[in-house]
């Protein structure tokens, strides 16, 4: 969480560096600030709320012209949400300046000491200390800034991307990074320093993705880069491949909706030289090297959190059913803090749309340091979990902005659909006419989310009918159940309606003791294997005046005649539903949520990179 973004070079920084904290809101709005330096000295200007808010501070100030500055979006972990926990934070000597995203382990002990020293301080966080002591080594080692940042890293425990400024260097960045993330933009005598590649896509597409562990030292218009050993290394470019378009709105009010719009592109963009029914082929390029591995594994274990965790169940079932390998799907944060039997004969598949989820991170290393093999599925290109993974493959959902998950889950879907085919085949569990027949069931797919998102009125008639709802209760079988899952997170995150979601068989072990004529009940009872199951859990709902909403398959009338609203998806292999059977429950929690006035794209309390535990 946090969004850090900094400038040097030629440029005004103010510019810059609001317009990258704009695009890295989603990753905390809790305050925001920035720190320039001109010949007035290092100034910080920061302020509780959006950066909308810092703007307006701003506007009233006429000393901020400066080519250097860092700025700081902030999601709140030490200390409430107020001016005085706001980043940048000073030294006490106000020589130094920092910005931090991450969380400070041993923090208290640091300040403890440095208050024995004298050291005052002027907000509750971590981050203030960490400058500090920064300040502290500096001035009792009489070196460099750089070697103070590095010799103080040896002493700090916990997670950070960080970039200081100092007052008597006016063309000096120091950044360093553990476990969170930093992309440094390689411009024409400028650089930019960013939590992603978002604030940097307009001006550069060359990148540096720091690595942990890593110094970098932007001085005099050159970039070195150091470990914190203080051994050399060569920085790396990388050519970004995103378009600024990806990051921007087009046109609609929410960057949920566009995202949600999107998925017939994105599933397609996912599929796009991977998947090629004609000829029978699939390729995941990620596994080639890996798919023996795969192959003979014992077992498959999938780590997530949130919406990635439902992508991981989706998979449990495809994977179980097609490849007849058996399959756990881990919460990752219950994984890392279990003591897990692991062994190198297992096949560990981590899911993340960010890449730089805390807890999946640290399960990762888990899983690793007892052998397993560990498979990354993944959206954003460069970040820390594609680097710490043996191999993987993206999503190519693109940038997705919206604090509630929509397109990444449906890619991070296609792809364990891909690896599940791929898997059964190869092991024979799947026969070859069945294979090339699911093959061309799911490159029909996209057309079929397109035709899914043409029922948006009739959801939305819907929402305005249960927008003011206290509770609502999702329910679905099979591979429909985590979709159940899925719809109820999506409604509790943007329109803070409490949901449930459940496999609709053990309603009658409690959740019916909630059903009266004023709980919606949404059912995705499409036609599958267990439909005339659902259709008798439904029955149980009306029995008791439940008002149901049900998502099914095109041209049913059996549910059509009990429930209260159906929301027909066209027909598909029963695997490939969920794909399909999100796209209502995304768009209903949508608009309930814009007609109950919530900020669908920033949600409060919530953040997109879930970067600390
Ligand atoms: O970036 P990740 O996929 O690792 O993030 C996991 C969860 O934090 C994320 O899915 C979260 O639950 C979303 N807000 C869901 O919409």
Redo the contacts with the bound molecule.
Sequence with gaps: MCGIVAYVGKQEALPIIIKGLKRLEYRGYDSAGVALLNENGLSIYKKKGKVSQLEDFLAQNQDIKSTIGIGHTRWATHGEPNDANAHPHYSSSENFAMIHNGIIENYEVLKTDLINKGYVFHSETDSEVFINFIEDVYKNNDCSIEEAVRLALHKVVGAYAIVIMHKEEPDTLIAARKGSPLVIGVGEDEYFLASDATPIIEYTNQVVYLDDYEIAVIRDNKLQIKTIENVETNPYINQLEMELEAIEKGGYEHFMLKEINEQPRSIADCMRGRLDAKNGRLVLGGLRDYMNKFQNADRIIIM?????WHAGLVAEYLFEEFARIPVEVEYASEFRYRNPVVSEKDFVIAI???G??AD?LAAIELAKSKGATIFGVCNVVGSSIPRATHAGSYTHAGPEIG???TK?FTAQISVLTMMALMLGYQRGTLTESRYIQLLHELEAIPAKVEKALLMNDKVEKIAAQYKDARNFLYLGRGYNFPVALEGA??LK?ISYIHAEGYPAAEMKHGPIALIDEEMPVVFIATKDSSYEKIVSNIQEVKARKGKVIAVVTEGDTQVKNMADHVIEIPETHEAFVPLLAVVPLQQLSYHIAVMRGCNVDQPRN?AK??TVE
Aim: proline share 0%.
């Design positions: 997530a959190c949130g919406t990635s993340s749309q960010s730089e989820t999946t604090v509630a998950s990444a997170l999506k995150e919530l990179s879930v």
